[in-house]
Antibody, heavy 124, light 110 residues
Framework: EVQLVESGGALVQPGGSLRLSCATS????????IDWVRQAPGKGPEWVGR??????????DYATSVKGRFILSRDDSESSVYLQMNSLKTEDTAVYFC???????????????WGQGTLVTVSS | QSVVTQPPSASGTPGQRVTISCSGGSSNIGRNNVYWFQQFPGTAPKLLFYANNQRPSGVPDRFSGSKSGTSASLAISGLRSEDEADYYCAAWDDSLSAVLFGGGTKLTVL
């Protein structure tokens, strides 16, 4: 069974840092992408970043709103992806989801499994 | 343009066919695949379509997706009360090197 479990959400002051984890199981981790998507209260989803698979050299991309502040890393031995969030702003307050970007036969086929999300609150 | 736009709301009665539009630009929908998600309050989004019109297993065939030029559409036929949810489209944007989500459409089943 495919599972993704986020952890690390907390209340943090503006300017602070936080590291989120996405622990996965039930699939070959290195074959697929992992995306982070956040959702502020009452708003729609906002894509945060992507960690690609081994076939794509584990490359990363970020939303403009977090570029230079957030960093993705992945540990294949732990089947986990980490989102290091620095210089946090009040507008970063949201539920953060990680999701699997399913890849088959070299083709990306969308975010097919999602975690339950972890809440990050940036406030003084 | 590097933005993806959806109508904020849509509605229909049980049994009707409803269509939700998703409009983008040449750098996103015009060049790349469109993905559709369904979301109920308090839950994570669920993938409804990938690659414009490909339905993951388990998604009823009452749902259909299409794309033409810089626009895409989600159609739901035989509308049911349980279809009442928020629907989002998304696409990769080549100019931003990022995924863009539409603002979402709240579907109400009257």
């Amino acid at each position: 069974e495919v599972q993704l479990v986020e952890s690390g959400g907390a209340l943090v002051q503006p300017g602070g840092s936080l590291r989120l984890s996405c622990a996965t199981s039930g699939f070959t981790f290195s074959d697929h992408y992992i995306d982070w998507v956040r959702q502020a209260p009452g708003k729609g989803p906002e894509w945060v970043g992507r960690s690609r698979n081994r076939a794509n050299s584990y490359s990363t991309d970020y939303a403009t709103s977090v570029k230079g502040r957030f960093i993705l890393s992945r540990d294949d031995s732990e089947s986990s992806v980490y989102l290091q969030m620095n210089s946090l702003k009040t507008e970063d307050t949201a539920v953060y989801f990680c999701a699997r970007g399913y890849c088959a036969s070299g083709a990306y086929q969308g975010l097919d499994y999602w975690g339950q999300g972890t809440l990050v609150t940036v406030s003084s | 343009q590097s933005v993806v736009t959806q109508p904020p709301s849509a509605s229909g009665t049980p049994g009707q066919r409803v269509t939700i539009s998703c409009s983008g630009g040449s750098s996103n929908i015009g060049r790349n695949n469109v993905y559709w998600f369904q979301q109920f309050p308090g839950t994570a989004p669920k993938l409804l379509f990938y690659a414009n019109n490909q339905r993951p297993s388990g998604v009823p065939d009452r749902f259909s997706g299409s794309k033409s030029g810089t626009s895409a559409s989600l159609a739901i036929s035989g509308l049911r009360s349980e279809d009442e949810a928020d629907y989002y489209c998304a696409a990769w944007d080549d100019s931003l090197s990022a995924v863009l989500f539409g603002g979402g459409t709240k579907l109400t089943v009257l």
